[in-house]
């Protein structure tokens, strides 16, 4: 298993448990991209994942993700097929993961000297692949 393989695990080991708030794993410069779904953009920087993440889990409360296949794409990119679990903090509608209601992405990290420079995530699974050229 290479390193970049092992760091994007470590990172979805803390994810898993709801922890977010370590970003050691990223670049400074990092850039947090949404390809696709109702508001494509790009952030950059720590302060940029930082609201990224409020963006992605402001409504929402008890926020974990789970991976459920990792693919070494090349010697700089990792594929992550995960499903995000959360509860909503007005509705108190909860997504775990038996419920219909979990959100499955598709997120490719990519490595340089050991930190996360670019993550790019995909809403839907099947146009990831295909941007990549893979088969699910």
């Excluded at 920087?45 to 693919?71: I, K, P, Q």
């Excluded at 598709?106 to 839907?124: L, M, N, Q, S, W």
């Amino acid at each position: 298993m290479s390193a970049n393989l092992d760091l994007v695990r470590s990172m979805y080991t803390a994810f898993e448990r709801g922890d977010f708030t370590n970003a050691d794993w990223a670049d400074p410069e990092v850039e947090y991209v949404i390809a696709e779904g109702p508001e494509p953009r790009t952030f950059r920087g720590l302060a940029g994942l930082a609201e990224a993440m409020r963006n992605l889990f402001g409504d929402f409360e008890d926020v974990s993700a789970e991976a459920e296949e990792y693919r070494e794409l090349d010697a700089s990119h990792v594929l992550v097929l995960a499903r995000g679990f959360g509860r909503g903090r007005r509705s108190g509608v909860s997504a775990s993961p038996d419920s219909p209601f979990s959100s499955r992405v598709a997120e490719v990290f990519e490595v340089h000297g050991g930190k996360v420079t670019r993550i790019v995530v995909y809403y839907d699974r099947d146009r990831a692949l295909a941007d990549l050229g893979l088969e699910g």
